[in-house]
T-cell receptor, first 113, second 112 residues
């Protein structure tokens, strides 16, 4: 039972490069989201999706794009990487919208130099 | 603006020494309060959801309680394997369906 799978686990980018962080879940969850985790700060919501074809912005969306073409996949795109985007990124999914538990992936550690 | 404050930031206990972690929150309306455990290099792992004041939930050596302003995670007779960062999060009424507001966490170390 894979749960939420994120790839890659580690990535180093140069300033200005673009890349896509992959997230896939096999639990048939409608709700998926992306968070970033920085030292001394709580997890912060970047973007979320309530179902295929529907996405919305979270607390810190600038510099990131998302799309949701299938229930299983929710990729996060960095358009032009900046050092401020150095962080650990977590993808999460959940079944329902009313206080249901979120399942998190193992994270992607991104460094922008 | 929803806010979650966890205390202490770090806590070191001896094996078997019980204690409590605090999570204070302010939200316009609480849909749910969540406790997660996070091990180094891993994603958060779900522990509990609490929905209304007075609610309590237990799992092994952990017990979570909820009031209108705060939640406590009580750890009874902890073992070294309970060492982790414990995260508290709230979901507000009218918030994004999967949008959680997290605290910064309490880093718990249990010494043998």
């Amino acid at each position: 039972n894979a749960g939420v799978t994120q790839t890659p686990k580690f990535q180093v980018l140069k300033t200005g490069q673009s890349m896509t962080l992959q997230c896939a879940q096999d639990m048939n969850h409608e709700y998926m989201s992306w968070y970033r985790q920085d030292p001394g700060m709580g997890l912060r919501l970047i973007h979320y999706s309530v179902g295929a074809g529907i996405t919305d912005q979270g607390e810190v969306p600038n510099g990131y794009n998302v799309s949701r073409s299938t229930t299983e996949d929710f990729p996060l795109r960095l358009l032009s990487a900046a050092p401020s985007q150095t962080s650990v990124y977590f993808c999460a999914s959940s079944y329902g919208d009313t206080g249901t538990e979120a399942f998190f992936g193992q994270g992607t550690r991104l460094t922008v130099v | 603006e929803d806010q979650v404050t966890q205390s202490p930031e770090a806590l070191r206990l001896q094996e078997g020494e019980s204690s409590s972690l605090n999570c204070s929150y302010t939200v316009s309306g609480l849909r749910g309060l969540f406790w997660y455990r996070q091990d180094p290099g891993k994603g958060p792992e779900f522990l509990f959801t609490l929905y209304s004041a007075g609610e309590e939930k237990e799992k092994e050596r952990l017990k979570a309680t909820l009031t209108k302003k705060e939640s406590f995670l009580h750890i009874t007779a902890p073992k070294p394997e309970d060492s982790a960062t414990y995260l508290c999060a709230v979901q507000a009424e009218g918030g994004g369906a999967d949008g959680l507001t997290f605290g910064k966490g309490t880093h718990l170390i249990i010494q043998p």
